[in-house]
C-alpha cells in the first residue's frame, strides 16, 4: 500500500489505522443518528465500525486500489496530522473511463466550520491529479441544503434529481446527482497531496 496523505489549510486526510482511537472516531460519526440522517446506511455500533475499518485497509491493500476511504484530522490537533484522531471520514470510489464518486462525513460537534468544504477541495486535487480522474460526481440526498452548497460552491453542477435512489427507514429517498469536470475544477487553494501514485462518496461515502 502506498498511503495516502493530503494537507489543507486546517485539515489533513489519512489512511484510517486499526486503532481503538480511529475506532472510537469512526463511531462517532457512523453511531450517531444525526451525523448519519443523510447517509445511505442504518447508524452502525462500534463493532461494525471496527470491521469497516479493517475492510478500508483491505480496499488499499489491493493492487488495482479502485475505493480510497480516508480518515479527516483537524491539523492543530496534534504535531504529526497522523497521530491525529480522525473527527470524519472521506471517500472516492473510481469508476469507468475515469470517473470517480466522492463523499464524507463529519463528526456533528465539527459541523458550520467549513470543513466540508476543505475536504471537497483536497478530495477533487486527489481525483484531478494523481488518480487522473476527468469525471467526478456526488450523490446527496435532497434534503441535503448544507451539502447542496458546498459542491456548488466548489464549482459542481447539478445535473438531475434521482428518484427514488435509495430504500432507507421504511421509506424511499430521493437524490440529486452532482458532477465536475477535471477541465471545469478551478484548482483553487494550496491542498497537497502525496502518496497517491500515477495510475492508481453529505455527499454519501457509499457503504460506509
Known sequence: MVPIRLTGPRLAIREFHHTPEDVDALYAVFGDPEATRYLPFEVRDREACADQIEQYLEEAEREER???????????????????VPVGNAALGLGDHRSATLGYAL????????????????????????????????RVDVRNAASVRVLSRAGFQLEGRIRHDLWLHGRWHDSYL??????????????????????AGSPRPEGG
Open 66 to 84: 479502485t475505493v480510497y476511504r480516508l480518515a479527516v484530522t483537524e491539523r492543530a490537533a496534534a504535531a504529526d496530522p497522523a497521530d491525529a
Open 107 to 138: 463528526r456533528r460537534d465539527t459541523w458550520g466550520r467549513g470543513y466540508a468544504g476543505e475536504i471537497t477541495a483536497l478530495l477533487c486535487g486527489l481525483a484531478f491529479g494523481p488518480l487522473g480522474v476527468h469525471r467526478l460526481e456526488a
Open 178 to 199: 452532482y458532477a465536475l469536470l477535471s477541465d471545469e475544477w478551478p484548482g483553487a487553494g494550496a491542498a497537497t497531496a502525496t502518496g497517491a501514485g500515477a495510475g
